[in-house]
Structures are given as structure tokens and as C-alpha cells.
């Protein structure tokens, strides 16, 4: 079989372990399978943490980081079954995964399902070419630059006829409202004007699709408060390419290897002098800013993604970071306002639930409580698929909406572009961006 990602790091793993039964084919890859040892610990239904959202919420021990690695074992055994690996059981326990990373983190043996599951469509696009809809979720970075494509979603959103075609024809469930791009995307280029006196005061936004397409005021209030307190910040642009950078990741958790692997690319070369210069790189959304720390990792991409995963920080991480250092130069107060904060599953993933934390309690007047929740169920573009909507709003039921309900005046935060969709549509206030209430806490 040949593996679309780079696996070497589990070269060794389960070697000289005679019980580590290491399936007959797919090489690292299997290894990789391989580490689960069968706790079960993953099937755990009030845990505390994130794992397993679908084994929570369906009971279904095909459907736990555990079942699914059977169920991997079995296929990657069958050496002369071709269709062992497309196995209809396989392929639905492979697509309800949410890739949280849940597992990868809380898992006594850091089975990384997400990953597995990006390898696992890849050769399933290799296989059978790439379904529609999946395409479409993954162009979301080419779509979003489409000028129609505001009003195509609004005219969608707004007919139950239309969405209904959309359900039929797409799979994308009439239930769940699209995101709509924003009015005006980020117009801003900041660029670094002449050498700063302190280079550890000159700083790199990575904008992400997200971001700059459907928040672009986030964007805004991260510029303004970075450049409050007394930063140079440079948006990161390619040098000889308008086309926005993107990190890749809604084609990397599709399985769509080489565009991923192209956008990846691309994004390296722009950031590449900047982290020769020592700036750190400071980006929005935690599933971007995990997939430069880790899936870039996978991609074959040498030194410069290994540099690069160590000066990545989310926007949470830089300013936690800098009052340790003692170089953050501004008070935060609000006016006795209290927030229930909603953790994205990769900002627990890369442990950025700590900075969170951290920074927020630097805000006088604030009162805010860390809710403990797993996935909220949109996982991405998950929540928004036909045969998953009904489990995705399980998963939001289960904690999220019961303790959002439960404080209804109350502001809510959330950094996830994909939460603070699921939050809307469940009915609550937009969440907003810790970057949004940091600033207003400043201004
Ligand atoms: S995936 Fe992890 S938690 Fe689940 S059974 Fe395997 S080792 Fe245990
Ligand atoms: S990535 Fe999340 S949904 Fe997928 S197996 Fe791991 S914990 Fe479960």
C-alpha cells in the first residue's frame, strides 16, 4: 500500500512487543494502528476531556477510538482483500470520527485517530475518486473567494425548497443553516513599515480562511490589540502572489494529501524569512495552528515545517507568554461582565486551554467559567452533513446547550469558527473571539 503521509515516527513502535500485533500490511502505518493496547478507556461516557464525542453519544463501540482500530486491523489484515479497507463498517466508523484529537491527547497510548483517518481518506479518494461534497467542503479556501457565493448561501439559508435540493442532491442537511461570508473580507495588509529598535516586538498574523472570509472583525480587533500594545505586526502574504495563504487543513482532513501538501507549501515559503528573523507567528484558529504544528509534521516537508511548529502560538498562547515575560504592556477591564468560555477540541489538543485561562483571569471585572465540554458536534463541516447532523446535535446536546441554557444572559467565547457556528444555530448569542473581548477590554 503506499501511505500518502510520512508515519516514520512509529517506525519502532510495538517493535520486540509480542503482543502489540502489528497488522500484515501498510508498514508505519499499521504500527501506527497498532498502539492501541485496548484499554477501553475510550469508551467512557461522562468522562471528563473530549474523547470519544461519537462513542459518547451513540454508545457504539464501533464508534470509539478502540472500535475503530479493530476494525483498521481487520482490513489491514486481509492482505488479498482488496475491499477489506472500503468495508461499509469501516468506511461509516471512519466518517463519524469528528477528528478532535481527542484521543491523540487524553489516550494512555496517544492513538492519533484524526491523523489515521486523514491517511484512511486519501486512499479511499485514491480508491474511488473524491465524493463531491467532500470536494466542496475542502475547496472551502477557493470557494470563499467566490463574489457569488455570499448570496447563493443566503438564498439557500433562506428557502426551505433550496436546501432541501442541496440535502438531495449534496448531502448537506436542509436542517443546519450555512456560515455566510462576511460583507467585507479583511482589507488590511499590514506590513512591517521599517526595522523595529526590539525585533521581539515585531510580530506575523497568519490569517486563516476562516477568519479572513467569515470573522474578518476578529482579525481586526487581534491587529488593534497586538498594535495597542505596542507590536509591529505584518500580516503574512505570499511575496509574488496575491492569492491569500491558507494553511491547508480542509483539504488535509479530507484526505486531499497534494493540496494540502500545496497550500502547506506555499505557506512556508511566506513565513520562512520571518522565522529566520525570530518573529513568532501568531494565528486565530486552533485547527489551523495545530495543523502547523503537527500535520505539517506528516507532510514530507523538511526542516522548515520543524522550525516553523516552534513558532507557531495562537493569539492566547502570545499574550499568556508575554505577561510571563513581564512585555505585555496593557490592562484588561470590563464592567463586571461574566462569560462561559467554550474550548475548541485542538485548542485542548495543543493545550491552549491553560492560556485561555490564564489570560482571562487578567481581566478585572471579568467572571468567566472554563465549560467542560467535548466536541460541540460541527467538527468542521461534520455537524453540517445529512447523516450526521442528528448525531452532531447529540454531541452539543449532551453539555454545551444544557449549560448555555442554563445562563442565557450571559456573553459566550468561543475561538472555533465551527463552534461558534454550532452555537448560533442552536439559538445563542454569536460567541465571540478572545481576540474581540480582549480588545473591548482594552479600548
Ligand atoms: S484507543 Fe486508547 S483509550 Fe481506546 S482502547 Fe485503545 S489505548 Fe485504550
Ligand atoms: S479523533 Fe475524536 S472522534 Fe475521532 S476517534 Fe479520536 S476521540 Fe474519537
Given at each position: 500500500m503506499k501511505l500518502f503521509l510520512d508515519w516514520s515516527d512509529y517506525q519502532n513502535a510495538g517493535m520486540g512487543d509480542a503482543y502489540a500485533d502489528i497488522p500484515k500490511q501498510a508498514g508505519n502505518f499499521a504500527k501506527a494502528v497498532a498502539?492501541?493496547?485496548?484499554?477501553?478507556?475510550?469508551?467512557?461516557?461522562?468522562?471528563?476531556?473530549?474523547?470519544c464525542p461519537s462513542f459518547r453519544v451513540?454508545?457504539?463501540?464501533?464508534?470509539?477510538t478502540g472500535g475503530r482500530v479493530k476494525l483498521l486491523k481487520t482490513a489491514l489484515n486481509?492482505?488479498?482483500?482488496?475491499?477489506a479497507l472500503f468495508d461499509a463498517q469501516l468506511v461509516e466508523a471512519m466518517n463519524e470520527c469528528?477528528?478532535?484529537?481527542g484521543c491523540k491527547r487524553e489516550c494512555e497510548n496517544e492513538v492519533d485517530m484524526a491523523l489515521i483517518k486523514a491517511e484512511y481518506l486519501a486512499q479511499f479518494n485514491q480508491k474511488h475518486g473524491i465524493p463531491l461534497r467532500r470536494k466542496l467542503f475542502a475547496n472551502l479556501p477557493k470557494l470563499a473567494r467566490f463574489p457569488a457565493l455570499k448570496q447563493l448561501v443566503t438564498w439557500r439559508n433562506r428557502s426551505p425548497f433550496i436546501a432541501k435540493m442541496t440535502e438531495n442532491?449534496?448531502?448537506?442537511?436542509?436542517k443546519a443553516p450555512l456560515p455566510i461570508p462576511a460583507?467585507?473580507?479583511?482589507?488590511k495588509t499590514e506590513k512591517f513599515t521599517s526595522q523595529s529598535?526590539?525585533?521581539?516586538?515585531e510580530v506575523v498574523l497568519f490569517v486563516d480562511t476562516f477568519n479572513r472570509n467569515f470573522n474578518p472583525q476578529v482579525v481586526e480587533a487581534a491587529l488593534n490589540l497586538l498594535s495597542t500594545a505596542g507590536y509591529q505586526v505584518e500580516i503574512a502574504s505570499a511575496a509574488n502572489d496575491s492569492t491569500p495563504l491558507c494553511c491547508g487543513r480542509t483539504y488535509f482532513s479530507n484526505g486531499m494529501i497534494s493540496e494540502a501538501k500545496n497550500e502547506a507549501t506555499r505557506l512556508l515559503h511566506a513565513l520562512e524569512p520571518h522565522i529566520d528573523a525570530g518573529r513568532w507567528i501568531i494565528g486565530l484558529e486552533s485547527s489551523c495552528i495545530l495543523s502547523l504544528r503537527d500535520e505539517y509534521l506528516k507532510l514530507?516537508?523538511?526542516?522548515a515545517a520543524k522550525k516553523l511548529a516552534e513558532r507557531v502560538l495562537l493569539l492566547e498562547e502570545f499574550v499568556a507568554r508575554e505577561q510571563t515575560a513581564k512585555r505585555w504592556t496593557l490592562n484588561f477591564k470590563l464592567d463586571n461582565e461574566r462569560m462561559l468560555v467554550h474550548g475548541h477540541c485542538h485548542q485542548k489538543a495543543v493545550g491552549a486551554m491553560k492560556a485561555m485561562r490564564k489570560v482571562l483571569k487578567t481581566v478585572e471585572g471579568l467572571d468567566f467559567e472554563l465549560i467542560e465540554t467535548?466536541?460541540?458536534?460541527?467538527a468542521g463541516h461534520f455537524g453540517l452533513e445529512a447523516e450526521h447532523y442528528e448525531t452532531s446535535q447529540a454531541m452539543a446536546q449532551q453539555a454545551l446547550f444544557p449549560t448555555l441554557r442554563a445562563e442565557p444572559k450571559v456573553g459566550i467565547i468561543a475561538n472555533g469558527f465551527s463552534c461558534q457556528q454550532q452555537i448560533g444555530n442552536g439559538g445563542f448569542e454569536k460567541p465571540r473571539h478572545i481576540a474581540e473581548v480582549l480588545y473591548t477590554a482594552v479600548s
Open positions: 498502539v492501541c493496547i485496548g484499554s477501553k478507556q475510550c469508551e467512557t461516557h461522562n468522562a471528563k476531556g473530549v474523547m451513540t454508545g457504539n463501540p464501533h464508534l470509539s486481509a492482505i488479498n482483500d482488496d475491499k469528528v477528528s478532535c484529537k442532491f449534496l448531502g448537506i442537511s436542509a460583507n467585507q473580507t479583511l482589507s529598535a526590539d525585533s521581539t516586538r514530507d516537508l523538511g526542516d467535548s466536541c460541540c458536534g460541527m
